[in-house]
């Protein structure tokens, strides 16, 4: 018994640093997440702030007036601002889902030696991530051949599989699955597909979390396909919604510069910085608000249990 608990104690001494370790540790974390939190803390005040506040003065972190007028501007749109976040809320959910389902798939007929083709496979993915047809080509398939311009799923399916992402799972498989569970199951009378489900996908459950994240991240933050092939102003994502603001209100006061009289109208009754603060703060306050979701999700797959020994 008295054995037992000086190994324990030995084992608590190796696990733990010194009061004034630990201290340096919280005060270099601390100060990292305030890195982290600051800029966007900074974002939401400025968008808080008046315009002739912030055009008089610059930036400040307690400005002299705060005001609504960014956030009043861009909800004078407000069916179409609502319109265009549903939209990004069904091809960030669909597409990260989508992209879930394949990447783990494909990456999990790689992990598998016993796997006929795998090598023929693998070199498929690590060719394309290599060496990409371009814009182009990728233009002319989506529209030409599967005749998906101006529809939800031109918003989707590019960005459904990337190869670096196949590649990390193949990888986290390999090393979070050992064999000998695949072979009891399989002993036991367990299919493929009944493996994959209940043994596989719960034990890579922090690998599936990053790349949902990651995938969620560009699905949310994506405007470039909206200008390839959306026209239908239906369809318009919340991204590509705030860059046509945004060159709409520059446009809008690059021309009011030819005349004194216009350009002073304008810049009293067009919020500009407040309003891409508020931009901002409506475009990243939704994904920021899905991370704690994604971080249950990572401490559930690093506490299942392995292989036993």
Known sequence: MKKNKKVKYQAKQLNSFSKPVE????????????SCIFPFIFVIILSLSSELSLTQNGYSLIPEAWSLEGFRYLFQMKEQLLHSIGISLFV??????????MTSTYAYALSRSNFK?????????????????????GYIVMT????????IWALILPMCLSPFYVIVMRT?????????????AKIDGASEIRVFLSI?????????????????????NDWFNALLY?????????????????NTMEFISTNAEMSATMASTVNTSLPQESTRMAMVVISVLPIAMTYPFFQRYFVEGLTIGGVKE
């Open 23 to 34: 201290i340096l540790f919280a005060v270099l974390l601390g100060l990292f997440v305030i």
């Open 92 to 101: 960030t959910v669909v597409g990260t889902l989508l992209t879930i389902f």
């Open 117 to 137: 083709y795998r090598k023929f496979f693998t070199f498929i993915i690590l060719f394309t991530m290599l060496f990409s047809g371009g814009l182009v080509p």
């Open 144 to 151: 030409q051949l599967l005749h998906l311009k101006d529809t």
């Open 172 to 184: 986290f498989f390999k090393r979070s699955v050992p064999d000998s569970i695949i072979e009891s």
């Open 200 to 220: 596989v996908l719960p034990l890579a459950l922090p690998g599936l979390a990053t790349i949902g994240l990651f995938s969620t991240l560009g699905y949310w």
């Open 230 to 246: 959306i026209d239908s102003a239906n369809l318009v994502p919340l991204q590509f919604l705030l860059m046509k603001i945004q």
